[in-house]
């Protein structure tokens, strides 16, 4: 079953900035709750999933890539595909992501279109949607939060002096920030975003996004599944493919 | 197929149950009657490395009157609160519609509490706990809490439950004369879950219905309340069936009904006015 969406978010951090970060997945994959990524070698990753909506839970290993990276109109494409770590039901999808800035703030237009097969192919398309609408969702929290703390230590780079406020709600746990002017923080901090630096409202995502389950149901609105039925799981897993940070290896 | 293997734990008490999940971790689930876990875990979509199992801890089941309320253990059966004398007294609306719950094999070992925990919005009983303002009694390693249905069931399958923690009960209000009850439910076959329910409280007097309060099963995410019905149905005359119509015709205002392989959006909305309609006038004439 192939089916195409569409989403688009704001991060409010210019365009310019936001541009490279999308494309280094070191540094967003951590945006996406439940992704794990396993190897990156150059354009190529591989990585696993992990969501749960209650006591479904659904994980997908694969690898993905960019197929095409275009700077002058910020459009990048990733191709995916991946297995269920314990289904059999396989998963390929294709992401494009553009990138609009105004008003120094940046809004990201994804369109995906994917395939599944196995459970995950008897859910409908708006359960689809709304699954994948609140991921999509959740990784712009988080990625607007990751922009917003990298443009921080850029300005405190950049006056070479140490800043102890992270400004609003952020940075109790990550340690250097605070301490180590200029480039060496930044580096430093920059790795493991997540967990201080992310805001309140992707507080959930915040202590190891990386291993964390991606928990759809906390956010407002659930998908409807009806039954019990294999669906949930696969589509699940689907939408997270879809952004393809994750890495679907096959095997 | 057969379940990915699980850890089984069969505590004692409920404080037992509580310290058991707690140290069992997030992977843990709480087991009562099964009849909505293990088909997950069957169907592989589930995979809990432990279950607790609460089943065989007395202070769980029964059901007490304690004056203004009805307080019943978690893991009471469908099949005990259907047939319970308390509830077909004080709490006609729970008893009818937990007859309408799939078959009397599940009736026998589903839970009331399970049902509840599980928060499936085309279950019957969300609905009807909604309807009733019944409030959830949990406990956790940190003490007990109660927690009103309105702010219980958070999203698909997902309540308002902290990971260790129990529901023990649910106290269920007793809303006392003047009221009268109807569960409306339309299926395909007859064990099949509600296209769409509709769980109606209505108090009357005289003629004029004075207050609704109405539930619906499998509109949205969470069984909802028919807010927009709810109010226009202040003031109506029962015997008035244009001012009737026109306020059930609210019932599905401010809802996102699923589509699914039984019905699409458009059609629940549909069955939700109708069904709406029914079950108020049902109730208000056992008022």
């Known amino acids: 079953m192939a089916l195409r969406f569409e989403h688009e978010f704001t991060v409010p951090v210019p365009v310019e900035q936001a541009w490279p970060v999308l494309l280094d997945v070191k540094r967003v994959a951590p945006c996406l709750p439940g992704a794990a990524l396993e190897s990156v070698d150059g354009d190529d990753f591989t990585g696993t999933i992990k969501m749960k909506v209650g006591p479904i839970t659904v994980s997908y290993h694969g690898s993905a890539r960019f197929e095409k990276v275009d700077p002058e109109t910020r459009t990048l494409t990733i191709k995916a595909s991946g297995k269920e770590v314990r289904g059999q039901g396989t998963a390929s999808a294709e992401v494009t992501a553009r990138l609009l800035g105004e008003d120094g703030r940046t809004t990201v237009r994804v369109e995906s279109s994917f395939n599944i097969t196995g459970r995950p192919a008897q859910f409908s398309r708006g359960v689809l949607a709304d699954v994948g609408g609140k991921l999509i969702d959740r990784f712009a929290t988080n990625l607007a939060a990751l922009l917003a703390q990298e443009e921080q230590r850029a300005q405190e780079g950049a006056q070479g002096a140490p800043a102890t406020e992270e400004g609003p709600a952020r940075a109790e746990e990550t340690p250097a920030p605070g301490g180590s002017p200029a480039q060496g923080g930044a580096e430093a901090a920059a790795r493991p975003p997540a967990p201080g630096a992310v805001r309140p409202a992707a507080a959930e995502a915040a202590p190891r996004p990386q291993e964390e389950a991606l928990d759809l149901l906390e956010l407002a609105g659930g998908p409807m599944l009806r039954r019990l039925a294999p669906v949930a799981a696969g589509v699940i897993a689907i939408i997270l493919l879809v952004l393809g940070l994750r890495g679907l290896r096959r095997r | ?287």
């Open chain 2, 1 to 287: 197929m057969i379940p990915a293997s699980f850890g089984y734990f069969r505590p004692a008490s409920v404080d037992e149950a509580v310290a058991t999940l707690s140290e069992a971790g997030e992977d843990a689930k709480v087991l009562a009657g099964g009849q909505s876990l293990l088909p997950l875990l069957r169907l592989r979509l589930a995979f809990p490395a432990a279950l607790v199992d609460v089943g065989r801890i007395p202070e769980l089941r029964g059901i007490e009157d304690r004056g203004d309320h009805l307080y019943i253990g978690a893991t009471t059966t469908h099949h005990e609160v259907m047939n319970s004398p308390l509830v077909k007294e004080h709490c006609p609306l729970l008893a009818q519609a937990t007859a309408t719950v799939a078959d009397p094999a599940v009736r026998h070992r589903g839970t009331f509490g399970g049902s509840l925990a599980h928060a499936d919005p085309a279950g019957d009983l969300p609905s009807v706990a909604l309807a009733l303002g019944a409030e959830l009694v949990l406990r956790s390693p940190s003490g007990e809490r109660a927690v009103p249905a309105s702010g219980f069931f958070v999203d698909y399958l997902e309540t308002a439950m902290e990971p260790a923690e129990i529901l023990v009960g649910v106290r269920v209000p007793k809303l006392g004369p003047g009221w009268g009850f109807h569960y409306e439910k339309f299926q395909r076959t007859a064990q099949a879950w509600a296209t769409v329910g509709v769980a109606a409280a209505v108090r009357r007097s005289n003629g004029t219905i004075e207050e609704a309060r109405i539930g619906l099963t499998n509109m949205g995410p969470t069984p909802v309340r028919a807010a927009a019905a709810e109010e226009a149905l202040r003031g109506v005359e029962i015997g008035d069936d244009a001012a009737l119509r026109a306020a059930a015709d609210r019932a599905d205002e401010g809802t996102e009904p699923p589509a699914d392989l039984h019905a699409q959006p458009d059609y629940r909305r549909h069955l939700a006015r109708v069904l709406t309609r029914r079950a108020v006038l049902a109730a208000a004439h056992r008022a």
